[in-house]
């Protein structure tokens, strides 16, 4: 029931934006007309189908063609379709590591807009297109916190003897959000190259004070915090705050004081697009003002920061520290970070 209802609020702030632009407008009529269809395969959840993609759809006047499916099937199928290319657009689940290993399944187009988005945001490949940020951050219940005899405020926290087997983490050798917090401690718990001692020693201090507890999903972690089994989660903004916006009272999102990364979610052209003129429209849509803004409502934010979240329970750039990881470089040490942390898990026995 909760999904529904975020799906219906971000349709009604969609509509709710057209009609801010231009009260006569009947938001039955296409403002342009583009006519002809999107075929679209995405990962992505109800609201930024509902919110970005049929919203889009709807205002002008495209027919949407939408199979839903995990990166992993998206990225078979469009090898399958390789030949006789089916589909017009991967709406999410890019980033360099895709890119990277299946260039050939993708064609060139930088947005329109792209050259307004931070310089660690723009389009460097020249082929997908940065729409949303995704954040790391800590999940804490607050009705266990009041116990600790502290507030959790970052990472250096974590190591507390306090929270020992009271923390929610995922395996970062096979979840996305886990990987992200790895490469963030790494970062900003180090001098900042990612290899160096430091970084690494804290990670180790970290996964002694897990207590041989990772969990397999990704979803678990948060879940599970809101239940009580964990004092804090280290999880990523968008169900952080999707659970706070649904009522749930006992939580609080600590981006960590010593640095909370945003990575940059993407979309991109497939190679031999049919409806080639409509994927350009529509991602040329996800980054202007009008696509934007309504990022900036749904539990995600608009990689055009300039652009404020209008989410009540997101608190504001400006009061977050925050960390600007080197992509290029994580995605190129990807299988030796993976490594190095399995080895680390394995010396205490996980």
């Known amino acids: ?20 632009g231009n009260g006569t407008k009947d938001t039955d009529e296409p403002d342009k007309g583009y006519g002809g269809k999107l075929v679209v395969y995405s990962p992505n959840s109800d609201g930024e189908i509902e919110g970005l993609l049929y919203y889009w759809g709807k205002e002008y006047g495209v027919e949407i063609e939408l199979q839903s499916m995990g990166t992993g099937e998206v990225l078979s199928k469009l090898q399958a379709e390789k030949d006789n290319p089916k589909a017009d657009v991967m709406f999410g689940g890019m980033n360099l590591g895709v890119f990277v290993n299946n260039k050939d399944l993708f064609q060139e ?103 041989g507890k990772i969990l397999d999903s990704s979803s678990a972690i948060y879940k599970n915090t809101y239940e009580g089994e964990f004092v804090v989660g280290v999880t990523y903004e968008d169900p952080s705050v999707a659970l706070i916006t649904d009522g749930a009272e006992n939580l609080r999102v600590v981006y960590p004081e010593e640095g909370a990364v945003w990575l940059p979610a993407a979309s991109a052209i497939i190679a031999g697009a049919p409806n080639v003129d409509n994927a350009k429209h529509f991602l040329d849509f996800l980054i202007s003002d009008e696509g934007q803004k309504i990022v900036a409502g749904l539990t995600n934010r608009p990689t055009n920061i300039t652009i404020p979240n209008t989410n009540k329970h ?32 394995a010396k205490y026995g996980y």
């Open 1 to 20: 029931m909760k999904k529904f209802l975020k799906v219906v609020l971000v349709s009604i702030l969609a509509l709710t934006l057209v009609a801010c």
């Open 109 to 211: 187009y930088v947005a329109e807009g792209d050259d307004k988005l931070p310089e660690g945001y723009q389009n460097k490949t020249g082929f997908f297109t940065n729409y949303l940020l995704s954040g790391s951050n800590l999940l804490v219940n607050t009705d266990l916190e009041k116990d600790l005899g502290f507030e959790i405020k970052g990472y250096a926290d974590l190591l507390n003897p306090a929270l020992k087997g009271k923390i929610a983490m995922g395996n970062a050798a096979a979840s996305s959000s886990a990987f992200a917090h790895l490469t963030n401690m790494l970062l900003v718990m180090g001098d900042g190259t990612y290899t160096d001692d430091k970084g690494w020693d804290f990670v180790e201090e970290f996964v002694q004070n897990l207590d």
């Open 314 to 345: 997101m608190i504001p750039f400006e009061k977050i520290n925050i960390a600007y990881e080197d992509i290029q470089f994580t995605a190129d040490h990807k299988e030796e970070f993976q490594t190095r942390w399995l080895e680390i898990l």
